[in-house]
């Protein structure tokens, strides 16, 4: 398995290579997108300065640095859809891409997808979470009718559910997100705003944004049968920028054969991606030393994930909360012996 991690300047690139990466997804917003659209109407769902490039000519000395080292770069064109009149300036950013050597352009939007596998060139065809890839049908559409090399799997999905999927197409790539920004909902049906976490008068704390709460529907009655300060404390923590984990399933995960694992996030701080990448490389090697999850998740709970979540926390930010069925059996083991 492979860590895929987003990448915003050139300073972090050697760095994040140094510390276990090896694939890296990035975007750029150029001054011909910007006399057009500022950043209001997104390009590649990350529609803020500070998480894409200024400039293809950057992009190219990234692909250069990259490639140096033996490691690829992907362009995100992910936005969930596009419109005909921004076909040209699209046509005019897959060309520059492509011209800058990228190894892979995300896509999310089929009917760029398409456009861009009917060019035939020599970069590879990503679809994007936003493609939506429930079942292994549409996997085999993906692959056979737009020639996707890798698709990336929607955070919904079950482990059964992947393993269907992966078994169903052996010649194609496979990643799956393992830590930071989870959503309760499917990124392909999302049209949220996300720009609410950076809220003003929040005294200088970066929220998510509501949508990824986990919610339950009750009967409203009253008085209301909670502890409401309790509950708005949990809601503040639930909402503050600790970011989702699913290293506790790597073990798993690598036994489905996925082949890049996602760090989520363009533009997060270096030294929490730097410690993010060294945590699931970690993790990676645990799994070829291990016999068993028992001793995989022992290990990661005491040696390399101790300061992580508690267990009262982890189906709040759990990316695969069914693995804690695995965690709290372990437990009960533990427990009664």
Known sequence: MRICTGLVTIDDLVPFIQAGAEEFYCGVIDEQWLDRYNYIVALNRRPWPDANFSSFAELAEVVNIAHAHGCQVFFTMNE??????????????????????????????????????????????????????????????????????????????????????????????????????????????????HGTRFMNNNDGVIFNPPCVLRYQVIESITPIPYDVPLLEKKLNWILDNKGDCGVCSLYYLNQLSVDSLKLVGRASDRSQVLSDIRMIKSAIDLCGEVANFEEYHHMISSQICQNSWKNDQLITHCYYPEILDHVNGIHNVQGSV
């Open 80 to 193: 969930h859809c596009y419109n005909n009149q921004q076909l040209g300036i699209l046509d005019y950013y897959l060309e520059q891409a492509v011209r800058c050597e990228v190894d892979a352009i995300i896509f999310a939007d089929l009917g760029l997808a398409g456009y861009f596998a009917d060019k035939k060139t020599n970069v590879d065809v990503h679809i994007s979470t936003g493609g939506t890839i429930f079942n292994c049908y549409t996997a085999e559409m993906y692959t056979k009718e737009f020639h996707a090399d890798r698709l990336i799997l929607p955070r919904s999905l079950s482990m059964a559910e992947m393993k269907i999927i992966i078994e169903s197409s052996p010649n194609t790539e496979f990643e799956v997100f393992i830590k930071n920004e989870g959503c309760t909902y499917i990124d392909g049906f999302c049209n949220f705003v």
